[in-house]
């Protein structure tokens, strides 16, 4: 199982092209609490609609404080779900630009104890073994309690939108291997570039952004 839930990291460090922020967006980032709050939400903006995450700082510290970063910070960004598989599990979480992958693959992330069960609409990062999480997730799609004994610590819950996850495109099938669907490795090192090119009706996040009330 942990094998189909993430693929191995490619750890090479590479610069990250910077970028001058819109002033909304700026104003926005600058109104965040500069620590993560104890309960926030991730409101994620796709090609098929809006789907809301909340996340809990006491289901898994580590996970939660890692995915707080990877909001704030755009990485979900013109990023794509590239493992969809119904009655099962949506994963995403690869930066479309290779260059910020490798820049966070090269910051492992420590295990969190599994504190809450993996149920439907419950979060969690993907990982290979033991201190392997980086920065892939999925969105549980059914009661996958089975998860729980391999080490998949919840950090989270989707509120809304729930509906938009089970209505992403997952005509492509599972990714390879084994499938024909894209290949881990590749969307690691090509990105966006691989992705559009080979499997151009994969559904995207347009963007993510943190809410706290």
């Known amino acids: 199982?942990?094998?189909?839930?993430?693929?191995?990291?490619?750890?090479?460090?590479?610069?990250?092209?910077?970028?001058?922020?819109?002033?909304?967006?700026?104003?926005?980032?600058?109104?965040?609490?500069a620590e993560m709050p104890a309960v926030w939400k991730a409101r994620f903006e796709t090609s098929k609609g809006v789907f809301v995450v909340e996340v809990h700082r006491d289901w898994a510290p580590l996970g939660a404080e890692r995915f707080w970063k990877l909001v704030t910070t755009g990485f979900f960004d013109d990023s794509r779900f590239y493992r969809v598989r119904p009655g099962f599990i949506v994963q995403f979480g690869m930066a479309g630009d290779p260059s910020l992958q490798s820049?966070?693959?090269?910051?492992?992330?420590?295990?969190?104890?599994?504190?809450?069960?993996?149920?439907?609409?419950?979060?969690?990062?993907?990982?290979?073994?033991?201190?392997?999480?980086?920065?892939?997730?999925?969105?549980?799609?059914?009661?996958?309690?089975?998860?729980?004994?391999?080490?998949?610590?919840?950090?989270?819950?989707?509120?809304?939108?729930?509906?938009?996850?089970?209505?992403?495109y997952a005509g492509y099938g599972e990714w390879s291997p084994p499938g024909r669907g894209p290949e881990a490795a590749r969307i690691?090192?090509?990105?966006?570039?691989?992705?559009?090119?080979?499997?151009?009706?994969?559904?995207?996040?347009?963007?993510?952004?943190?809410?706290?009330e």
Do not use: H
């Open 1 to 33: 199982m942990r094998r189909l839930l993430a693929c191995v990291p490619v750890l090479v460090l590479a610069a990250c092209g910077g970028g001058t922020a819109p002033k909304q967006e700026a104003k926005k980032k600058a109104a965040l609490p």
């Open 103 to 168: 820049l966070w693959n090269s910051a492992p992330l420590a295990d969190d104890p599994v504190k809450q069960s993996n149920t439907r609409g419950t979060v969690s990062f993907a990982q290979a073994g033991k201190g392997s999480r980086r920065t892939q997730v999925f969105v549980n799609l059914k009661d996958n309690r089975a998860l729980d004994k391999e080490s998949f610590a919840p950090f989270g819950r989707v509120t809304e939108g729930m509906e938009v996850l089970e209505s992403l």
């Open 188 to 212: 690691q090192t090509q990105g966006n570039r691989y992705l559009d090119a080979q499997f151009p009706r994969l559904d995207r996040i347009l963007r993510a952004r943190a809410v706290v």
